[in-house]
């Protein structure tokens, strides 16, 4: 199918490694010029040069701290007026909500709700007056069926979604859509840190843990970013016009409820 976005642009936050990484594929895939951001110039440079070489898209890097204000106008400099905007930033750190104050909840809040809307309030007037516009964000699993370790993404992306869902009907009758992607256990560095953490809870190697949780999916694997990917950028098509406030939860079946 073609997803008719050829020639669009697209900012993809959080883009170097893992998820974001595999949405700008396969957007760059559909023909879409892709800004990537992260904080570390080695491994974005290297996603940069893998998309150039295997799509031939124009890539544009921007090393920065997405969830600073700074990070964000450096982004937006960049891409001032992209007709996609993928939201994503790392999560926040696993553990007891006892252990965190109020900075710690601050920070997750920048990074996962915050930061977010405040690149949807620089970017959706224009997709608005130009009649497309498609915004995805990142958001998590969690968000339906909340991972207890997880408390501060449990909280922050909750806010992100009630917030979307409000707004993301005021826009869609201007062809812009915002929508989540949810995403469920992917092959990923993020994955294997929360392996490590559930491992040393339970006393087994991380191997054992990562072994047991892929056979415990419905799926019985894990997902990759490759299929995340492709995805979001069905999300972000021609096609998906009439969708928009959603939570689409990739999680190879695990999240056991009827709807
Ligand atoms: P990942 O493999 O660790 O990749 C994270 C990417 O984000 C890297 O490119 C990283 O590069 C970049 N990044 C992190 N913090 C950033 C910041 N402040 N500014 C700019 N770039 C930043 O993580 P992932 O698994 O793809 O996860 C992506 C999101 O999905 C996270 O919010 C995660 O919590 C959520 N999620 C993942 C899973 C899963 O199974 N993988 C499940 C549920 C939710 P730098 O470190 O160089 O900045």
Redesign the pocket.
């Known amino acids: 199918m073609d997803l008719g976005i050829k020639g669009k642009k697209a900012l993809v ?10 949405c700008a594929f396969s957007l760059a895939r559909e023909g879409v010029d892709v800004v990537i ?4 110039p080695g ?2 440079e290297a ?1 940069a040069e893998q998309i150039r070489k295997e799509t031939g898209v124009t890539v544009t890097t921007v ?6 204000e700074d ?1 964000r106008n450096q982004a937006l400099a960049a891409c001032p007026n992209p007709d996609i905007l993928v939201n ?5 750190p696993p553990g007891d909500f006892r252990d965190w104050d109020r900075d710690d909840w601050i920070k997750a809040l920048d ?2 709700m915050l ?1 977010p809307i405040f690149l949807i309030k620089a970017t959706v007037d224009g997709m608005i007056a130009r009649k497309f516009g498609r915004v995805v964000n ?5 968000v339906k069926s909340p ?1 207890e370790i ?1 408390g501060l ?1 449990n909280g922050a992306r909750a806010g992100l979604t009630g917030f979307i869902a409000g707004l993301s009907r005021k826009t869609v009758r201007h062809n812009v859509t915002i929508n989540n992607l ?10 294997h ?2 392996m490590k953490v559930k491992a040393d809870q339970a006393g087994i190697s991380v191997a054992e843990m990562t072994a047991k949780r892929a056979a415990e999916n419905p799926a019985g694997r ?2 990759t ?1 490759e299929e995340f990917g492709d995805m979001c950028a069905f999300i972000c098509s021609d096609q998906a016009g009439f969708m928009t406030g959603q939570n689409f939860l990739m999680d190879g079946g695990a999240y056991p409820g009827t709807l």
């Open positions: 936050c959080a883009a170097s490694k893992g998820l974001g990484r595999g951001t992260a904080r570390t491994p974005l996603t090393a920065c701290d997405i969830t600073t990070g994503n930033a790392g999560g926040p990074a996962n930061t990142i958001t998590s699993g969690a991972i997880l993404s949810l995403p469920g256990p992917f092959d990923t560095d993020r994955l840190t929360n894990f997902g970013p």
